[in-house]
């Protein structure tokens, strides 16, 4: 009887840690599979909308300032510009990172390969080809409580999905952006 329970114990317990470890892939796929289908509510499971809100806006308002550079900072008006800058970027952040927001994107996104014939069966008609922005993904554990993937864009910047830990479940809270947010 006492084996019994031991040996239930420890196979409960090794499959609870290969749940946790399987959990960065277990997200990937279903945020995978969320924007494939166009399902934000499945999106929603898997991502942490107010931390990676949190996190991009960051981001992008380093980004406008490092590219201001030192003249435009030290201004009376270069600083005014930034703050209005700095506001409007936030907005845009706060608006496209929601799952309504990126079910606009989506939805844009369906639009324009309609529009350009970038269809599943070449038909006009047809429904878009999905799109896949994790298909070639590689990624690590930085931590126990931290995964990170990364992701080589057509024009060879990267972008790093980072996912967290929180409980069993692991969740997106940040996409680290690349310097540059738009080529030049």
């Not at 019994?4 to 399987?22: D, K, P, Q, T």
Request: aromatic share 6%; no cysteine.
């Amino acid at each position: 009887m006492k084996k019994g329970l031991l040996a239930a114990f420890i196979a409960a317990l090794l499959a609870l840690g290969a749940y946790v470890v399987a959990g960065p892939y277990l997200a990937i796929h279903g945020i995978s599979k969320a924007i494939e289908e166009r399902d934000t509510g499945r999106l929603q499971r898997h991502v942490d909308f107010p931390e990676l809100r949190v996190n991009i806006k960051a981001q992008v308002n380093d980004q406008i300032v490092r590219r201001a550079g030192s003249d435009m900072q030290s201004s009376l008006f270069g600083a005014v510009a930034l703050g209005v800058a700095s506001n409007l970027a936030g907005a845009g952040v706060d608006t496209f990172v929601t799952p309504m927001g990126i079910a606009a994107l989506l939805q844009g996104d369906s639009l324009w390969k309609r529009a350009t014939g970038n269809t599943a069966n070449g038909d006009t008609w047809g429904p878009p080809a999905p799109a896949k922005p994790l298909a070639d993904t590689t990624g690590h554990y930085e931590s126990l409580s931290r995964y990170t993937a990364t992701t080589r864009l057509q024009d060879g910047r990267e972008l790093v999905f980072v996912l967290s830990r929180q409980g069993l479940r692991w969740r997106l809270t940040n996409i680290i952006l690349p310097n540059e947010l738009a080529p030049r």
